[in-house]
């Protein structure tokens, strides 16, 4: 393969971002002489720039601004510094709020209920809040009922001596009828 063929190659891989290094390096040689062919003298420009522009830009850039502020009276920096301590504090007020909106939003223990109404599913929470609080607090009403009668049962036969008194009612052998009617027992509901 030729030289020219050979940059033509690497001209390609250039340009689709491909090259190494060390081809970029060789293509920086390659148009920094003298003795190009017409067809490729057309890129030595892009090759300069692309060896020498790009940071020669950079410096000019930065020696402008550079000049820039040694050319602002003092009361300019007080200036510049007042401005960027004011969008500083733009900022963090701006991130906080996004912040507290979309990562610090208060717990809804109702986000993502819905109730099922004559066939149509509706989860407007405005809509539904007011049937969901209300079967919360009948939910809780037999969960205390249920606590209240419980408690009642326990009256009745927690005690060791009540549970002798059952247990001796029911198993005791009842020699007649006298027996049966002298025995008796209160059931609560």
């Known amino acids: 393969m030729t030289e020219k063929k050979t940059i033509e190659d690497l001209l390609q891989k250039f340009f689709n971002g491909q090259t190494t290094n060390d081809d ?3 293509l920086y ?4 002489r003298d003795d190009l062919p017409d067809e490729l003298a057309k890129y030595r420009p892009v090759m300069r720039f692309f060896k020498y522009g790009m940071a020669d830009e950079f410096a000019s850039r930065a020696d402008d601004l550079r000049d820039f502020l040694a050319d602002c009276p003092p009361e ?5 510094l007042w401005l960027r ?15 507290y909106k979309h990562f610090l939003k208060p ?8 109730i099922i ?26 969960q205390n009922e249920m606590q209240n009668f419980e408690d009642e049962i ?3 036969i927690a005690t060791p001596r009540h549970i002798e008194q059952m247990a001796e009612a029911m198993f005791c052998d009842f020699t007649d009828a ?12």
Not at 76 to 80: C, I, N
């Open 154 to 156: 326990n009256e009745i």
């Open 178 to 189: 006298a027996d049966i009617n002298e025995t008796s027992f209160t059931i609560k509901y």
């Open 24 to 26: 970029e390096k060789r």
């Open 107 to 114: 717990f809804d223990p109702y986000e993502g209920s819905y």
């Open 117 to 142: 109404r004559n066939g149509v599913k509706i989860t407007d929470l405005n809509r539904i809040r007011p049937e969901l609080e209300t079967t919360l607090y009948e939910a809780e009403s037999i």
């Open 29 to 32: 040689e390659y148009f920094s």
């Open 85 to 99: 301590a004011c969008a500083a504090a733009a900022a963090v007020l701006i991130l906080g709020f996004v912040a």
């Open 76 to 80: 300019a920096h007080k200036t510049h």
